[in-house]
């Protein structure tokens, strides 16, 4: 039985149904509709924060953040964040693994995850090699973005001493290259589309969408059956062999606690009776903060584009033939730093956004401007967070502290990359671009403006794990300490930060996991 039919979710259905000895049944709270704009890359603006496709997280205030809260996106449909996201696909650092690895993991090494992100992907033409995977179900592109600013901001970088990275997913390490989607013939290739779909026309997979799990019961130290509602029923229903955990980083641990598993302070303030005591469910939370530096520029692509004759001339196209800019994605080239030379790989990785991300459809009046910006990330980050079930019951939403930025060398980490960026951007060969500093603005200089700027407006990029880390609440083989079958197998089980987005680590823990489970099975 599988719990979530998010990204991580889609990839164990297909893969524990696929040899056809074992019958998977795969429960999501969401719906099992595909709505049109999950499958447009340009759509991706319109489902992060929509009600219908989405939790509607929200933290509770940040103490790194002067007490705001910040809007905590996470899919609620099949497909789950994979469904919603911005596609970038980023394998992370060797030395991410390898840290997993030396915290007493075996099987968690760079070494031992590049078959499973092989297992995943599927590359050709120039991003062909022998580190990529050639037969995966995700298939994964360069950007086709056309825009004369990319070849600029490059150029400037690598004249300034960045190494130019012509595939940072077969070599990672600090420099600036092409990003590089998750996007198939103008489509977007998710978790859904790749592994789920494929798999339905099996009889031994069952997938119920719509079907939110209350709890998990475990009986004499076993997980043996789940509750469920769905509508106005609830029902119950039993796990021959085990019960795998994929609801994500928030909803993993949340269901945990509900379950009586987790912090005895936490389950007693819940007025949850424990079945299991576990201090590390829902603790070691991490996320990557952003900020952004914007600059005015000419308009962009996306400025003309967004008027309403031709938008709907271009999301035909899409539809039809599966070009144009409607199928181009958000971001169009990644930078990599690191923040001092003693570190083992970069920690800040810096996205490109050609235009405003806050333009919207137009007719008669045009937008009065456009800008492009870098997004820059903190994706080692030392500041933890936690989430925790504040009642019992199963509709009400945890309390998620992200706690970013709560650590100050964090802030000081983000405030000299962004520095540097903000410096290194002062050349005459983008002068053509940029027309004057939106943000953080040009009167911005002391220290003090510094830290103001970045715990003013500093976000999380949508990143988050480690709520069940291995080692902590589950072992190497991701089964929950002191419990017999029940595993947890999804991004919150990442100890320790992966060095870019997230989503294509999520789908090699699946992988690999699905290899783990069948391996046991025998």
């Not at 509900?258 to 005895?264: A, D, K, M, R, T």
Request: net charge positive.
């Amino acid at each position: 039985m599988i719990v979530g039919g998010g990204s991580a979710g889609c990839v164990l259905a297909n893969r524990l149904t696929q040899c056809g000895r074992y019958s998977v049944i795969l429960l999501e709270a969401g719906s099992g509709r595909r709505p049109v704009m999950t499958q447009i890359p340009l759509g991706v603006g319109r489902l992060w924060n929509n009600p219908q496709y989405g939790w509607g997280y929200r933290s509770a205030p940040e103490p790194g953040l002067r007490g705001r809260q910040l809007e905590l996106p996470r899919g609620r449909l099949l497909g789950g964040s994979g469904a919603i996201n911005a596609m970038n696909f980023v394998r992370g650092a060797a030395a991410d693994f390898d840290a997993w690895h030396a915290l007493g993991l075996p099987g968690w090494s760079a070494r031992d995850m590049a078959a499973s992100f092989r297992a995943v992907e599927r590359v050709s033409g120039a991003l062909a090699g022998p580190h990529r995977g050639d037969a995966g179900p995700i298939e994964v592109n360069e950007t086709t973005v056309q825009d004369p600013l990319i070849d600029s901001w490059i150029s400037v970088l690598k004249a300034q001493g960045h190494a130019y990275i012509p595939d940072y997913n077969a070599e990672f390490s600090a420099g600036v290259g092409r990003a590089q989607f998750n996007i198939a013939r103008g489509r977007r290739c998710d978790p859904r589309s790749a592994y789920l779909d494929p798999a339905l026309r099996r009889r031994n997979l069952t997938v119920l969408s719509g079907h939110h799990v209350a709890r998990i019961a475990v009986s004499q130290g076993r997980a043996s059956h789940v509750i469920v509602r769905h509508g106005l029923a609830t029902l119950r229903i039993v796990a021959r062999r085990e019960i795998i955990l994929s609801a994500g980083t928030f909803g993993s641990p949340h269901l945990l606690h509900l379950s009586g598993i987790g912090p005895g302070t936490v389950l007693k303030a819940a007025g949850i009776e424990p079945v299991a005591f576990n201090d590390g469910v829902g603790r070691n939370l991490w996320e990557h903060p952003r900020v952004a530096i914007e600059f005015r520029r000419p308009p962009s692509y996306m400025h003309h584009l967004l008027r309403w004759d031709r938008l709907v001339l271009r999301l035909m196209q899409a539809l039809a033939l599966r070009s144009g800019p409607v199928t181009w994605p958000l971001a169009a080239a990644h930078l990599f730093l690191k923040t001092s030379p003693e570190r083992i790989s970069p920690d800040v990785q810096v996205l490109l956004r050609l235009f405003d991300p806050s333009l919207q459809p137009w007719l008669l009046h045009p937008p009065a401007g456009d800008r492009w910006g870098m997004v820059v990330c903190l994706v080692q980050p030392d500041s933890r967070g936690r989430v925790q079930a504040v009642s019992d019951d199963p509709m009400k939403a945890p309390k998620i502290t992200t706690g970013i930025l709560s650590n100050a060398v964090d802030v000081a980490r983000l405030i000299g990359a962004c520095r540097e960026l903000r410096q290194a951007m002062d050349t005459p060969e983008l002068a053509q671009w940029t027309r004057d500093e939106v943000t953080p603005g040009a009167g911005l200089s002391s220290e003090a403006d510094w830290e103001n700027f970045v715990r003013d407006t500093a976000d999380t990029i949508f990143h988050p794990g480690g709520s069940c880390a291995m080692g902590a609440v589950v072992d190497h083989r991701l089964m929950v300490h002191g419990l017999s079958g029940l595993r947890v197998a999804d991004a919150s089980v990442m100890p320790l930060p992966v060095s870019g987005n997230i989503h294509a680590a999520v789908l090699a823990v699946a992988e690999k996991a699905a290899t783990m489970i069948l391996s046991a099975a025998g």
